[in-house]
């Protein structure tokens, strides 16, 4: 079973920055795509973030281009979200989850439990 946790959430004032960290189970992480989703309060989940097993794609809302940055690190089983510049309008549970293929595409089957993100104005 995948295991998927996510850390790194907190209180920040607009302006600032936070990294958002998810380690995941197994042994073929490179195998899969990984991504970032976030769900505001009272609004439905939303596409953050997505980057391709070998990290040479990767792909952004427009609401975060500029200001957030996907990465991982394959070695370490670990998807990273740094994200800098941050709105109010950033305040979610910020969620990683593990695509199907190497590939991004819209098939995320295996999801963690969250990490909540703050933006206080």
């Known amino acids: 079973q995948v295991q998927l946790v996510e850390s790194g959430g907190g209180l920040v004032q607009a302006g600032g920055s936070l990294t958002l960290s998810c380690a995941a189970s197994?042994?073929?992480?490179?195998?899969?795509?990984m991504a970032w989703f976030r769900q505001p309060p009272g609004k439905e989940r939303e596409f953050v973030a997505a980057?391709?097993?070998?990290?040479?794609?990767?792909n952004y809302a427009d609401s975060v281009k500029g200001r957030f940055t996907i990465s991982r690190d394959n070695a370490k089983n670990t998807v990273y979200l740094q994200m800098n510049t941050l709105k109010p309008e950033d305040t979610a549970l910020y969620y990683c989850a593990r695509g199907a293929t190497p590939f991004i595409s819209h098939d995320y089957r295996h999801w963690g439990q969250g990490t909540q993100v703050t933006v206080s104005s």
């Open positions: 197994g042994r073929t992480f490179s195998s899969y795509a």
């Open positions: 980057i391709s097993g070998s990290a040479l794609t990767t």
